[in-house]
Structures are given as C-alpha cells and as structure tokens.
C-alpha cells in the first residue's frame, strides 16, 4: 500500500469539486491522514497481512483513530509506502522525462529510496531534476500539473502533459498511469524481497490486470502496462500483456497465467495488479460531511506468482473455474449460479467442504458513511440467499456462514484490488501453514459503465491446499 494524501487532490472527484470550488483544496487538506495514522489502521494492517482480517470483527468501528495491536504471530506480506519515495519513483519510471524533481526534494528523498529494501531495487537511475526557479517557471507556464508530498503547499516537482493536443497524454493520465506503473512494480518488488525461490530472470510473463487505459488519441486503451512494469522491475526475461474486465480481471488473469503455467508455455508468470489514481477520494464530502478522515488517501497493489508444482504451494484448480456466459444474463442470481453454484456442482463439493469464499472485499468504514452500505455483509448475504435456493445450504446456516466462510471488508476502493485479489496473501497462508483446504474466488465486473452493453461479467476458481 501507499499512503498518498498529497495525489489524493486528483482522483477524478476531489479533482472535479475542487475546479468547481477551490475552497475544496483547504477542506480536504484538513481531513488528510498522517503517514503513522494511515500505517497504523487496522484495515491497511490487514491487507499487508500484519493482521489477518477476523481480527476487524473483534474491534468494533470506528476503526480510525486508535491504533490495534499489531499480532506478534503474523508476518505481513506488504509494506506501506510513504508518499515521498512514492513520487520520486514515479518520476523514475518517466522513461519519457515528463516528471521533473525538485533538486531539494530529491536530495532528501533518494536516501529513504535506498534504505527500503522493496523501493532500492527500483530505484537504478537519476530522474529529471529542476531547481526552485525552474518549478516555479513551469508551474506559471502551465502545461501540466504541480506534484504536492501531503498537505504542504510548496510543490515538489511537475508533470507536464505528454502532448498538446492529446487528451490521452495530458499530465493526469500520465499520472495516473504511472502511479499504476510503480505501485505494480513494488507489489512485484515484494514477491522478490520474501521469496528466495523467484528471482527475476526466471520470470516468463507478467499479466496486468490494473483499471488504468495507456494509450494515445488514436488508440486510447491501447495497453501492456505489464510489459512497462516487468521492465521497470528488471524482469528482463520477461514478456507481458494486460487483461482488462473491470473490477474482475484479476480473476481471469489468474486463471491466464495458471492455464499458461500449467499448460507449458512459460514455467513462471507473475499476475499484477496495480493502482488507480482517479478513485482516491471518491467519497471525501461524506467523510468531510461527517467528520471523519479522508479515508480514500491509499493506493493498493497486489502481485501473485503462478509457477510450477513446487510440491507444497496451493493449487490452482483449473476443472473449478466458472465463467458467466453472454446467455446468463445480468441478473445477480445468475451471475452467482454461473460463478458459484455451476462450479460447485461440477466438482460435486459441498459448501462445508470451503473454507473460505471470496469476494469484493471494500472497507466499509469507507463505503457506510456514503449510503453504500457494507459491500462484503450485502453479497454474503446474497450469496446465502442463492445456495438457499439451490439447496446447498439451510435458511437457519445463512448467519454462520456468513461469518465462517465469509470474510469483512478491509480493501481501499480500487474496484480491482478489492475485488477478492486482496486476500490471495491471506489464502496462500492459510493454506500453506494454517487450516484451510480450499479458498473459492470469484469477481464480478460491471460492463455496462463502458455503455457497450448492459451485460456484466465475471469468472470464479479455486485455490486448494497442495495434497
């Protein structure tokens, strides 16, 4: 994770209200978290894996404003980024020099890059450097957009848009496409830091599954932010491409990468999943309507590596995986029998028989004070509703399954990161060292926000425990 107050401005909606009334700007500063804060929520401790997450259920909300335990017993799998070697790795990863540094920022800066040991590795080159004069000339000139590090006023650097007449390159596509780029890149960094059997020539493919659209006017979404983040990362044998299905991609870009392992083509592929800028804040006026922080101040990444039967890791069940056909419809009952119940029936398994099911997992903390309810409670509850229907489990068992095969939400709002990959991590402890046989996941993608059809999508498989 990422802790990124001073980017939160241009998230799409903070970024609107604020053009529409500037005085936004001061009232969203006020609300803004400190790093140790942000650190230091029970959410954010849960999806680095320095909490599991049963642990949200045994701390009632307000989950902001106290700290919790850290568990001696855990050992994360994340980090949590500061937003200063955050921004000086996005200019970094500018291999076109639109980001130029403040020389003092950097100064300060490429030191903290040094002693991490997930931003290090990344952090191979010098980025475009401007002197005080220089940045404030551009930031007069226009043409771009001032990069801030928190609530402080004093801009740290500039991105200039990447052409004058290309709404594809302006400065905050840009920016949101390399925040995407560097938060993937460190997701993946981490896969290198805490596994000693992955090193990075070993690495065949990466497939993106971010919600970010690269591209120029000509061809705007054109794509493979995989292959920018393998090279980025040093992947240096590595190819890539994207997988892009909203909210659901990671999904089918694990069940990509397991059929390309398992079917011979490359012997290791690496699933990333990076950040989206333009959800930062999404739901700053409820939070500042009610006085409560800005919760939607962090960007998310999560990196999973798919190799060959190693003989201990969890399996990727490949007979498990359920697709929601063009002829299901949209209706959520069939959604739910296309990803859920089909499956189950075909590999003749019992709901007690899974440990967990996962689904879209966002923090209600953040969605509850918007009238959005608890997105992970309404489709557990949903999900009951229709293995009632389909015999599979009692009307009196919907309460316990709920809390024992259901999981609390703890993702930021990035639709993607959210939408089950956040809990691999937690699955792959759990059915490595802990009790869990078998882990079903399954997304769902809401087309129709593309107004190309009215359909949804999504796809569901199953991690299991290695015999």
């Known amino acids: 994770m990422i802790h990124t107050p001073g980017l939160t401005r241009y998230g799409s909606k903070p970024d609107r209200e604020i053009a529409a009334n500037p005085a936004r700007l001061q009232e969203l500063n006020g609300k803004l978290r400190s790093y140790a804060e942000a650190r230091d929520y029970l959410p954010n401790q849960v999806f680095v894996g320095q909490q599991s997450p049963e642990r949200l259920a045994e701390i009632a909300r307000p989950w902001f404003g106290h700290r919790a335990a850290l568990s001696e017993e855990r050992k994360s799998f ?43 590795p990344l952090a191979a080159s010098s980025p475009n450097i401007v002197d005080a004069n220089g940045l404030k000339a551009k930031i007069a000139a226009g043409d771009g957009l001032p990069l801030f590090a928190g609530v402080d006023p004093q801009a740290v650097g500039w991105i200039a848009n990447g052409h004058k007449e290309d709404g594809s390159l302006s400065a905050i596509v840009l920016l949101e496409n390399l925040c995407g780029k560097v938060s993937a890149a460190l997701a993946l960094e981490e896969l290198f830091v805490r596994n000693d059997g992955l090193k990075k020539p070993d690495v065949g493919l990466v497939l993106g599954c971010s919600e970010e659209a690269v591209g120029d006017r000509y061809q705007r979404g054109g794509g493979n932010m995989a292959k920018a983040i393998a090279e980025f990362s040093g992947c240096a044998m590595a190819s890539g491409f994207d997988i892009k299905d909203f909210c659901a991609a990671p999904i089918p870009a694990l069940v990509t990468a397991a059929a390309l392992v398992h079917s011979g083509v490359v012997e290791n592929a690496v699933v990333a999943g990076g950040s989206s800028l333009p959800k930062l804040g999404m739901k700053f006026l409820y939070h500042l309507e009610k006085n409560m922080p800005v919760l939607e101040d962090m960007q998310a990444a999560v990196a999973v590596w798919i190799g060959q039967d190693d003989g201990k890791s969890p399996i990727v069940n490949l007979a498990s995986v359920g697709r929601h056909p063009v002829c299901a419809g949209a209706s959520l009952d069939q959604q739910l029998k296309s990803l859920v119940i089909d499956p189950l029936d075909r590999l003749e398994l019992a709901v007690p028989l899974v440990d967990k099911f996962v689904t879209e997992l966002h923090n209600p903390e953040i969605t509850l004070p918007a009238n959005g309810g608890d997105v992970a409670e309404r489709n557990y509850r949903m999900l009951a ?79 299991e425990r290695h015999p």
Do not use: N
């Open 78 to 120: 994340g980090s949590v980024i500061d937003e200063k070697p955050f921004l000086a790795l996005v200019a970094l990863a500018d291999p076109f020099k639109h980001v130029a540094l403040l020389d003092r920022f950097w100064e300060e800066t490429a030191p903290m890059l040094q002693q991490s040991p997930v931003c290090k």
């Open 385 to 463: 509703a229709v293995l009632v229907k389909a015999g599979k489990l009692a009307r009196t068992e919907i309460t316990i399954f709920m809390k024992e095969q259901g999981l609390p939400g703890y993702a930021p709002t990035q639709g993607h990161i959210a939408s089950a990959l956040a809990y691999v991590p937690h699955a792959y402890q759990g059915l490595t060292q802990g009790r869990f046989r078998r882990c079903f996941f399954f997304a769902r993608a809401s087309l129709f926000l593309g107004q190309m059809t009215q359909l949804s999508d999504g796809m569901s498989v199953m991690l």
